[in-house]
């Protein structure tokens, strides 16, 4: 049999006008009330104490039920309820049973219930599926917390008349919900740093810090308590002086301020509109943005710029002045020939990293080449195809070699020899001389073999006769070389003594008009 539970204002109404003298019938008839209600109420009466909580325990009396009793499909579960809660434990690790696969299991035990009273039974006594309570975060301190979150917006043709789906990067501060939309066809994280540049200059300045989501512009390394920031994005929050925060994956809760004015941004501003371009949306997002500060929000009850500008824009730190260069970061591998390759461009590194990864920091202008913590490098940001080579980086001697110095190695010919010098310039004194440069080198290698007397001889002899052919003049030493060996070999060659033949002094061997010029 079901009651009618009444409201405390009727509950009042009818014991004022019992209290006043009226009857059940009277009652009932300028209350709607039924008759046997209004009974019920007036009885209860009786059982009350008297005091100011003489309505609560009216109230209690008659609509307090005693509970139903339990049927005998909820008493076979409860016998069981240890091995359900079991099944149904996730923690330390354990993966939950679903609860269709308990019922399965529970048939098995020739445990014969419905799935329905299986649910409700669980929801009722073990907490199943039962929606956690929540408490209401409070806001944030003036300046403290912008809340930063990409929408889908539609469509919009890009510059080549191609359709693309259209982005916008919507910034909201948490205190007095000033908000800011960016229309964008890319989510990077060139995309986040200018959206939010543009957010601090219509803000007139920037928060203390940004509460963002887990988008690969930003977050490397998703975690609840300890997300790795993009090192782009990091280096953007430093050079700005912010800080990064970012909130868990799958809890739109945790940045729930700007989490619904997505869906607002879409509506009131994209929804129904026609652009030409990016430009004209973005120009269209800025007005709207200034109108929409002029509302008064819904939470807050006040008008959001006038909240703004009294309570929040003085505690924001300064807007920057100029656009931040994005750089990137990247691992490259420093190769034998002393190079990395970032942006398929070269650039040399000393030769201890040979081998070593490194990362690498490349913006607009700089390329900056790390080791851990140590900066091993840095060069001047070149062009696709380019390179950018230290020659300091190189083994000693390998300098000239590497930079083609066709005066380095006529210098060293001239060491040589007269004559090797006279020769390594004739040899490179033509109007493409890198192509002999490997000629010049294999002189030179002549003089370690054959030693430097002999080239220079052989050398002296082919510029009489103007050849300019280093292979023939090594085929002439190997030959000579090998006619000596002959030689020597048959005993038709015999060695000098290493002492000098003649012993006496050179005055001895002098003419007797010397010696007379000499007495005069």
Partial sequence: MSYRELSMIEVKEVLRRHEAGQGLREIARETGL???????????????????????????????????????????????????????DSSAGKRALRMTKVHVLLQRAG????????????????????????????????????????GKMGMLADATGRMRQLWCLVVTLSLSRMQFAWP?????????????????????????????????????????????????????????????????????????????????????????????????????????????????????????????????KSAMLAAPQTAFDVPLWTTAKVHPDHHLQVQRALYSVPTLYIGREVRVRSDKQLVR??????????????????????????????????????????????????????????LLDRPLPWTTMRQGYQLLRLCETYGAAKVDAVCERSLSFDVLDVPRIARMLK????????????????????????ARDPSDYRTRSERGEDRS
């Fill in 184 to 312: 964008s066809f890319e989510q990077t994280t060139e995309a986040v740093c200018e959206g939010l540049d543009a957010a601090w200059g219509f803000f007139e300045g920037m928060p203390s810090r940004v509460l963002i989501d887990n988008a690969k512009s930003m977050i490397t390394t998703a975690d609840a308590t300890s997300p790795r920031v993009n090192d782009a994005f990091a280096d953007y929050a430093q050079a700005r002086g912010i800080f990064v925060d970012a909130a868990r994956v799958r809890r739109p809760q945790d940045k729930a301020r700007v989490e619904n004015q997505v869906a607002f941004v879409r509506e009131s501003w994209f929804d129904g509109e026609r652009f030409v371009d990016l430009e004209d949306a973005r120009r269209s997002a800025v007005s709207w943005c200034r109108a929409a500060a002029e509302r008064v929000h819904g939470t807050t009850q006040r008008v959001v710029r006038e909240h703004y500008e009294q309570e929040e």
């Fill in 111 to 150: 445990i014969e219930v419905t799935y329905a009273t299986l649910c409700r039974w669980a929801h009722d006594e073990l907490g199943w599926r039962e929606r956690k309570p929540t408490v209401r975060v409070d806001d944030p301190g003036p300046g403290e917390e912008a809340q930063v979150d990409f």
């Fill in 34 to 88: 039924d008759r046997k209600t209004v009974r019920r109420y007036v009885q209860a009466v009786d059982a009350a104490s008297s005091g100011d909580d003489d309505v609560q325990q009216v109230v209690h009396l008659v609509q307090t039920r005693p509970l139903p009793t339990p049927s005998e499909a909820r008493k076979l579960l409860e016998m069981h309820r240890e091995k359900i809660a079991a099944w149904l």
């Fill in 369 to 426: 080449i790390y080791l851990g913590g140590e900066l091993i490098k840095t060069h001047g940001r070149q062009a696709p195809g380019g390179r950018a080579t230290d020659v300091n980086d190189y083994p000693p001697g390998k300098d000239a070699y590497a930079t083609r110095s066709f005066a380095s190695l006529i210098e060293r010919a001239q060491k040589q020899g007269e004559h090797i010098g006279r020769y390594a310039e004739r």
């Fill in 479 to 502: 030959r000579a070389m090998s006619a000596e060996d002959d030689a020597e070999h048959r005993g038709k060659l015999r060695k000098l003594p290493q002492t000098p033949r003649f």
